[in-house]
């Protein structure tokens, strides 16, 4: 069995000793009461840690843990963390004499009594567990958010007790080290190399960070500060092309953020290391920022949106530095503070990066749709949510805190004024400096600062879920455009909308905007076009009428608003979701209109993703087959004609993505094989390993070939074991799928996470949906462990990407079924389900609906 598996199915009661507390045994994880104990009762924390990593998988990581702390109260049992099975733990002791001790639960038990009032130190000697040490042939890196660090370390693991750390790691020879402070000293060897670290500033447990293995790396000194960057791509020519605008960024945004928040950048130095398919975008260690190797090496085309990306991601984790490193949320009900303001301060920073983007319009598509996604659904959640156990954080993270908080925030932002934010954001820092601090608190700053009821205001946006509708009523020739009457206490959601309004009198148009801030009759007459959050500003569902948005459609090329194309698009889709628009051929009929004539690479980026959503997921098989010789003249067309290479390689993805005809097939293995040149269309290793993997999906009799020869090109050995790890994923046989799904419910096949998100996609595809089916009921079985074994985003991403590719009415019921057969199936999980089958449901209902009434 393997040590993850141990940890995930529960530790055996050991009791080392002869004396046992009668004190109540503490439960697994951290609890709410545990953590607020423990914050009574110790002060001034600091630890040493020591691993010895070996160099073969197999063997374990040994360590020493000297942890010194002052005791204010002496009476009661020390508990410590560490999720692990009771033999990792083979000495405690104080002062060279062996502690009475036990380990229960995931917990560290040192029997009351033997510390002192006031200082101490407790010596541990432990084998560190797997599960977050994410342990590679050549390379090795942790991720200990949320409770994380007691998997792998004994510690207090939870945010608020913040601790200074020194650490020191021996590692085999040749491997490269970086971790949270500047390296003391480096000692080589023979087979062993030990660095040893500086003591941090006082940190949370979960931002204790270092990775070592073969990585290479370079150094650049921007604005005085130095910084170091660790890699594993072996495409020289790739770094070189992204090297110095890396560090460019970072150097911007850090320096926006000093400026900004009047605090120079708050820890001794900044390195970053890029994972090969590393859990997340980024996380933001202080001086050792992890990111995604791929989303910082971009390929030679990459999309405007792409860039984007990578500049919002830097800027994101360069905020978190103030934003959660320095200032820590007091509890993890509070994580959504953190992340919301890495976000809102990323939008701010990547302007001046990037003047020819319409940054409203970007804030407007990035933020809005995902926040939709889960907010309509019925497992929506609040922006804060309750939290009494600290192994349950992960499942708090999603689309409400990185998508709905930014829009709560600039609404707050637009209530108050730019100056009152900034000043008491800076207020806010200043004051809870390497510290700990709550929503609450920032709106008690705030509250002093302005008359406006800033509790209520926070009791709607962020303390509750779901989101307000807006209602067209018709009365005496007037329309009245106002929030439905709200199903839960009434809800008021303070925030001004602006409608756009078209008279059509003859051949002249009448065009004007109006504000509303509370429920307002406007002068519009019955039979006007009304196109409300005209400025996408306010958030909600703004249906709109049948005749506005078919005019909209044929007339689009005459909105000039990039913003006002933008928020229209957005509502008309959810018109669609909700059944109250356009049907599932006209909307994608309407879809290629618009991509047809729009110029904005971020609309027609947000366009494509709506039409291929709608071509999978609302389209029957006989309406796909009867649009697809249209689809795929259009996307192939669309891609001759653009001349920006980012867009042509936009258009190129969702023709590879949607096409399916004997024609497409023989113009995607064309390019694959290097028959076919598109002028500027560039194709790198991952998109040839992709373009391998949709054609093998599609050309079943030469699967297996197509694969193997892609395999055998693959240079990079990262991207070579992914593509390794995916290909029984597209195997023809269903038998060899069968057996790759059956390997998932291995903890250890599912380390790599990004690997099985990729190969669940194919296992899931929409055109293998029926033989899929088999699938779905293990997978929703799994997310418990899953919960417990992956990271935080893998349990919405597991459900995503389980149900994404399906549309059929047994898939919804499986999922129907298994909630029915489990009524007390914990709610955060039954939410995540709920969310990944919103589509699914809303096709099934769509399709239910137009067959009784064709």
Known sequence: MSLRTIAGFGLLLVVFGCHRSAVQLPEQGVSFELQKERKRQLDSIRYGVELWIPDSLQASIRGMLKVDFLMKDESKPLVLDFSQDPNFVESVKQEGKDLRYRVENGHIIIEEGQLNKGENEVEIAFTAGDLSLNRNEEYLYTLLVPDRASTCLPLFDQPNLKARYSLTLHTPAGWEAVANEALKKRKQGNTEWTYQFEETEPISSYLLAFATGRFSKATRTLSGREMTMYYRETDSVKVARNLQEIFELHDQSLQWLEKYTGIEYPFSKFDLALIPSFQYGGMEHPGAVFYNESSLFLDENATITKKLARANVIAHESAHMWFGDLVTMDWFNDVWLKEVFANFMAAKIVHPTF???????????????????????????????????????????????????????????????????????????????????????????????????????????????????????????????????????????????????????????????????????????????????ADGKAYGYFPIDTPSTQFFLNHYSEFKDPVFRGATMINIWEGFLRGQGLAPVPMAEGLLTVIAQEKDPLLIDYALGVLSTTWWNFLTEDQRLALQVKLESNLWSSMLKAEDKGLKKAFFSKYQNMAYSKDAVGKLTALWNGKLVVQDLVLSEDNLIFLACQIALLDEPRARDILK?????????????????????????AAVRDAFFESLKQAKNREKEGWVLAALGYLHHPLRQQAALQYITPSMELLEEIQLTGDIFFPTRWMDHTFGGHSSKEASLLARAFLAENPNYPLFLKEKILQATDILDRSVAMRGSFAANP
């Open 355 to 533: 003047p020819e983007i319409n940054h409203q319009l970007k804030f407007l598509l990035t933020h809005f749709p995902a926040a939709y996604q889960v907010d309509r659904s019925q497992g929506a959640n609040p922006i804060m949510q309750n939290l009494g156990n600290l192994k349950n954080a992960g499942t708090l993270y999603g689309s409400i805190i990185y998508h709905k908080a930014p829009i709560v925030m600039q609404q707050l932002e637009q209530k108050i004024g730019e100056d009152l934010m900034r000043e008491s954001l800076r207020e806010y820092l200043h004051q809870y400096a390497f510290g700990n601090a709550r929503w609450d608190d920032l709106i008690g700053i705030i509250d002093k600062k302005t008359p406006l009821d800033m509790q209520a205001w926070s009791q709607v946006w962020v303390k509750t879920s779901g989101m307000p509708q807006y209602g067209l009523q018709v009365g005496d020739g007037q329309v009245h455009f106002a929030q439905v009457p709200d199903s839960v206490d009434s809800r008021i959601w303070q925030q001004p909308l602006k409608t756009n309004i078209r008279s059509l009198e003859g051949s002249k148009i009448l065009d004007f905007d109006l504000i509303m801030g509370g429920e307002p009759v406007w002068p519009a007459k019955q039979g006007d076009l009304t196109y409300p959050n």
């Open 709 to 733: 020869t892609q395999l055998a090109k693959v240079e990079n050995a990262d991207r070579r074991g992914k593509l390794q790890f995916m290909m029984p994923a597209l195997d023809p046989d």
